[in-house]
């Protein structure tokens, strides 16, 4: 079936670090490839997300990486705070265009 | 002005019981979706809806039935709530999918607050 795996599973920086977490995907058919953020008992928001015909995009602290060929994709979190704290999935579309299929996402904690 | 609402909430109920969960959207999107988010967090497509069709139906059992009465709606019926049932329902709305707008339309999903199901 079609799989995205994520890793690692939980995650501890230092304030001022870097974060980066990194997903691969199974489907070649897969064009939009998007990050969310869920913190505790909240909805999982949109942070930042890479269509399969870019490599790159950045926000702000927050970078996305895609390696077609690789079939592999990366958030990149640039001088982290500890509001950034939180759980990070990444997530590729599915192989009909509808829906989207989730990592098993990424347990973030930023320590002042 | 809430985008993507679910009522309830909260529902605690007994097992074998048979429970709704409503959600709405006022986003104007033509796509609807379940996603289940269980204790381990994982999260995991259930239902996909386009226009109050059923796209997508992602080996859920029976006992869960989706009903779209319009685009901005897509409720979820469960029967026979069974312990395993006990998770945080999602829904979530977007766009037009990809493959109606040629793979590149624009397919942020929005996620509602979630309804957190116990089933004892």
């Known amino acids: 079936g079609e799989n995205v795996e994520q890793h690692p599973s939980t995650l501890s920086v230092q304030e001022g670090d870097s974060a980066v977490i990194k997903c691969t995907y199974s489907d070649s058919a897969s064009n939009y490839f998007p990050w969310y953020k869920q913190e505790l008992g909240k909805r999982p928001q949109l942070i930042i997300d890479?269509?399969?015909?870019?490599g790159e995009k950045k926000d702000q602290r927050i970078a996305v990486t895609l390696n077609k060929t690789a079939k592999h994709f990366s958030l990149h979190i640039t001088e982290t705070q500890p509001e950034d704290s939180a759980v990070y999935f990444c997530a590729a579309t599915l192989r009909s265009g509808y829906a989207l299929n989730f990592g098993k996402g990424t347990s973030l904690l930023v320590t002042p | 002005d809430t985008a993507v609402s679910q009522t309830p909430k909260y529902l605690v109920t007994q097992m074998g019981n048979d429970k709704s969960i409503k959600c709405e959207q006022n986003l104007g999107h033509d796509t609807m979706y379940w996603y289940k988010q269980d204790s381990k967090k994982f999260l995991k497509i259930m239902f996909s809806y386009n226009n109050k069709e059923l796209i997508i139906n992602e080996t859920v059992p029976n006992r869960f039935s989706p009903k779209s009465p319009d685009k901005a709606h897509l409720n979820l019926h469960i029967n026979s709530l069974e312990l395993g049932d006990s998770a945080v329902y999602f829904c979530?709305?977007?766009?037009?999918?990809?493959?109606?707008?040629?793979?590149?339309?624009?397919?942020?999903?929005?996620f509602g607050p979630g309804t957190r199901l116990t089933v004892l």
């Open positions: 979530a709305s977007s766009r037009k999918d990809n493959r109606l707008a040629g793979g590149n339309s624009y397919n942020e999903q929005f």
């Open positions: 890479i269509r399969s015909n870019v």
